[in-house]
Each structure stands twice: as structure tokens, then as C-alpha cells.
């Protein structure tokens, strides 16, 4: 059974941090692209960052730039996703993805085919 499980969520204050895992199974992660999107209430879904399966290549929206450091382990079958210096506009539900991603479209949701159910990501004073 094809699986992603997120984790890791949680409330937190400005400035803080959490680190985010996507636990997979039921495939091989290993030549898969791994994507991770947010939404917020209300806002369309938007990929935050990514990271190749060849290379571990990474990419960051402009928003999460030097904040959030992806990562993966494919022997654990499972990627991450780091977040410092959290801020009210991190709020969201956070979602993991794998796919066979352009890895110059890898933050578009089209370009998946395997999602996580999510996990919450609230941050606030």
C-alpha cells in the first residue's frame, strides 16, 4: 500500500521551529522527486520546496528561502523539511508529495502523483 505520512507539526511562536517528516512506503523513494506544499485556510495550495531524487538537488520558494532546509534519507524511506525563524505567515497545513517532477516545475501540484494527508503548522504569540 502506497503511502505518505506526515509528522512533526505542531504550535509554535515567532521564531521558532519544527522540523517536518514525510514517511513513506509502499514504493521506491529513491527515484522519486519529493515536494513539500502548504495551504492555508482560504489560499490555494503552494509548493515551498523540493528536493531531486538523483542529485538531492533542493529548491525554495522565494518566501522560505534560508528558513526551511529540506533533506531526505532514502533508507529510512523518508524526507524532511526544517523550518527556523517561523513566522504567522508559515500557518498552514503542510503536505508532503512524490512524483516523477520536472524538477523545474517541482513546486507546481500537478506534478504529483502521491500525496500525505497533511499536518498542521500553526504559528502564533
Known amino acids: 500500500q502506497v503511502q505518505l505520512v506526515e509528522s512533526g507539526g505542531g504550535s509554535v511562536q515567532p521564531g521558532g521551529s519544527l522540523r517536518l517528516s514525510c514517511k513513506t512506503s509502499?514504493?521506491?523513494?529513491?527515484?522519486?522527486?519529493i515536494g513539500w506544499f502548504r495551504q492555508a485556510p482560504g489560499k490555494e495550495r503552494e509548493g515551498v520546496s523540493c528536493i531531486r531524487s538523483n542529485d538531492d538537488s533542493t529548491y525554495y520558494e522565494d518566501s522560505v528561502k534560508g528558513r526551511f532546509t529540506t533533506s531526505r534519507d532514502n533508507f529510512k524511506n523518508t524526507a524532511y523539511l526544517q523550518m527556523n525563524d517561523l513566522t504567522p505567515g508559515d500557518t498552514a497545513l503542510y503536505y508532503c508529495?512524490?512524483?516523477?517532477?520536472?524538477?523545474?516545475?517541482?513546486?507546481?501540484?500537478?506534478?504529483?502523483?502521491?500525496w500525505g494527508q497533511g499536518t498542521q503548522v500553526t504559528v502564533s504569540s
Open positions: 509502499g514504493f521506491n523513494i529513491d527515484y522519486y522527486v
Open positions: 508529495a512524490a512524483g516523477f517532477a520536472r524538477f523545474s516545475a517541482c513546486t507546481r501540484p500537478a506534478e504529483y502523483d502521491l
